[in-house]
């Protein structure tokens, strides 16, 4: 009733005041990038640490406790989270990055009950945050735990650690095509225990780190995004293999990694980039390129369009690659001329491949100029595959899939962004204090 014996005037007054509060409600942002000497960063941890991690720990657990507390185990959480939707108001997830103390008994230092996941984030020019597929790098998480016995980090737990870290940490997402804010989540078994066997206690942890771009590149609008990246060489390593059927190989478990080592040292020392593991059992099928996935491409010959090969996930060698599923996802259903093939690879055919390159977090897509397989027969002898173009630049197939995976991260084509809008989680900042 009051508001009719208001006069038109005093209407279109309060319209407008009322426009005005909300115009001047700033919409919150994230934290501007530091000023830091961004080009200068390389994928390590550039000396610096970040202000702040996620921290976490069950304890008392049984065999199908979780870390949110719906498998229904006598596990307690030392940060109250016990269920996701309704999580307590008051729980210490974010804390000052720290050391973790462990007893030297610990089952992940005498036992390596651990595992890990990489996982980026980016800044876009409208200085929104994204991280690229971490729901994946979840269910991959846990389906890891469950085979060396860790209590399971449900999806929603673990993406929920990852977005509160970047947003806590948002300043250190360097700028636009500057690099990316690396993720590191570990959860590994941090009770003190003598026998052989499961921890009964267990830390989830998630920290992170600024890097700079694997690759040095030319700007997008050139459509040759790799042009100036030299192809790197591989050499098929005799000797050591990565992982063997009913291992661990296709988990991201902490034992994979340093096993590895003594071979990538030896492979550097003799002048190549990389080492390309075969399978334990015959030598001559192709696994993973370091701790890579590996593709190659081979043309139809006379006819249009060709076929890109990977090995397949089906024995348990080979780790589910998040950009790996990515790259097959984009061929089906992007490149039509192109067939897609997940299947086992014999050092033999790479003569027939014109292009080979390796996939990861870490490098995203990486062009290989040669591959070197030693001879199991005469030492000393060796056959090379040649997969170099024009100017030591990838090939067109390795750039066209390099450069759609670039655009759904970076937000740079709208129709691709769209399509696979499941693929980004954007972040929300943190409210203005």
């Known amino acids: ?103 030297p008994s610990s089952t992940i230092l005498n036992y390596g009950q651990g595992l890990f996941e990489g996982i980026k984030a980016f800044r876009r020019p409208n200085n929104e945050i994204v991280i690229f597929r971490p729901s994946k790098n979840a269910e991959r998480c846990r389906r890891g735990c469950a085979r060396i016995l860790i209590p399971p980090i449900p999806d929603a737990t673990f993406v929920e650690a990852c977005s509160e870290v970047v947003r806590y940490n948002a300043e250190f997402v360097p700028p636009t095509g500057k690099g990316a804010l690396y993720l590191r989540p570990i959860v590994f078994g941090s009770a003190p225990k003598l026998g052989v066997a499961p921890s009964d206690e267990y830390t989830f942890c998630v920290w992170c780190s600024p890097v700079g771009n694997y690759f040095k590149t030319e700007s997008n609008a050139t459509g040759t995004l790799l042009s100036s990246v030299s192809p790197i060489t591989l050499l098929v390593s005799r000797g050591y293999t990565r992982s063997c059927i009913g291992g661990v190989g296709g988990v991201k478990a902490v034992g994979n990694y340093a096993p ?107 062009p290989v100029g040669d591959i070197h397989v030693p001879s199991t027969e005469t030492e000393g002898e060796e056959t090379i595959y040649n997969f170099w173009k024009g100017e030591r630049r990838a090939g067109d197939v390795t750039e066209k899939l390099y450069k759609m995976l670039h655009d759904i991260m970076w937000g740079e084509d709208k129709k691709l962004e769209k399509k696979y809008a499941d693929w980004i989680l954007v972040v929300p900042p943190l409210p203005k204090a």
Request: charged share 20%; net charge negative.
């Open 260 to 366: 590895v080592f003594k071979c990538q040292s030896e492979t550097k020392e003799k002048g190549f980039n990389e080492a390309l593991f075969v399978d334990a059992k015959e030598g001559q099928w192709i696994e993973e390129a370091g701790a890579s996935n590996f593709f190659v491409y081979i043309p139809h010959g006379d006819r249009p369009g060709g076929t890109l090969v990977t090995p397949p996930l089906n024995n348990g060698t080979i780790l589910a690659g998040v950009t790996r599923d990515s790259i097959l996802t984009l061929a089906r259903a992007e490149l039509p001329d192109i067939t897609v093939e997940e299947r086992p690879i014999n050092l033999n055919e790479l003569g027939k491949a014109t292009e080979a390159f390796c996939c990861g977090t870490g490098a995203s897509i990486t």
């Open 1 to 103: 009733m009051y508001l009719r014996r208001l006069s038109l005037a005093s209407l279109i007054f309060l319209a407008a005041l009322s426009l005005s509060v909300n115009a001047a409600a700033p919409t919150p942002t994230h934290a501007e990038p530091k000023n830091l000497d961004w080009s200068s960063f390389g994928f390590s941890l550039n000396n610096l640490k970040t202000p702040y991690m996620y921290l976490d720990q069950i304890t008392g657990s049984s065999s199908h406790a979780t870390f949110d507390g719906s498998g229904g185990g006598s596990g307690s959480l030392k940060s109250g989270w016990h269920n996701t939707k309704n999580p307590p108001l008051a729980r210490t997830l974010i804390t000052p990055h720290k050391a973790i103390e462990l007893e």
